[in-house]
């Protein structure tokens, strides 16, 4: 619950410390402190969009009915439809937070692993990082 409360205030879900976004609606790469990676693939930015129409569509329909049944729909159109974008602008942020919890629990917001890093070696092909371990040969399928 620390965790979803953190995220809720624009904080690393995974330590509370480090900042969520970098600007105002824009999602850091990284947590300063723990250094979690929080948005790691394209498409992330759909789920708190589909939850922000989500709840605007809900205010909407909730408004529309709640007029149809006072018999005043006509009367507050406009009304219903500012109603909704502003929920929908009020709510997306909020969804942007709880779809990065969500992603951090479920395992998919964390720490990039270390990168192998290419080191010259003097007897044959650069290694990937990996100590002395010599390259591996395909192995030779006509001896069989």
Same mark, same amino acid.
């Given at each position: 619950? #620390? *965790?979803?409360?953190?995220?809720? /205030?624009? @904080?690393? =879900?995974?330590?509370? #410390?480090? =900042?969520?976004?970098?600007?105002?609606?824009?999602?850091? #790469? /990284?947590?300063?402190?723990? *250094?979690? @990676?929080? #948005?790691?693939?394209?498409?992330?930015?759909?789920? =708190?969009?589909?939850?922000?129409?989500?709840?605007?569509?809900?205010?909407?329909?909730?408004?529309?009915?709640?007029?149809?049944?006072?018999?005043?729909?006509?009367? *507050?159109?406009?009304?219903?439809?500012?109603?909704?974008?502003?929920?929908?602008?009020?709510?997306?942020?909020?969804?942007?937070?709880?779809?990065?919890?969500?992603?951090?629990?479920?395992?998919?917001?964390?720490?990039?692993? =270390?990168?192998?890093?290419?080191?010259?070696?003097?007897?044959?092909?650069?290694?990937?990082?990996?100590?002395?371990?010599?390259?591996?040969?395909?192995?030779? *399928?006509?001896?069989?």
């Amino acid at each position: 619950m #620390e *965790h979803l409360l953190w995220a809720m /205030t624009r @904080r690393c =879900p995974n330590c509370g #410390e480090g =900042p969520l976004y970098s600007g105002l609606n824009t999602v850091a #790469e /990284t947590c300063s402190a723990c *250094h979690v @990676r929080f #948005e790691r693939w394209a498409g992330n930015w759909t789920i =708190p969009v589909v939850m922000g129409y989500g709840s605007s569509a809900l205010v909407g329909f909730g408004l529309i009915a709640w007029f149809q049944w006072r018999g005043t729909l006509l009367e *507050h159109d406009t009304f219903i439809m500012v109603a909704a974008m502003l929920a929908g602008l009020i709510m997306y942020p909020l969804c942007k937070n709880l779809s990065l919890f969500m992603l951090w629990r479920n395992g998919f917001v964390f720490v990039d692993p =270390p990168t192998l890093v290419e080191t010259p070696r003097e007897d044959g092909p650069p290694s990937l990082g990996r100590g002395d371990i010599p390259p591996q040969r395909p192995p030779d *399928h006509a001896s069989r």
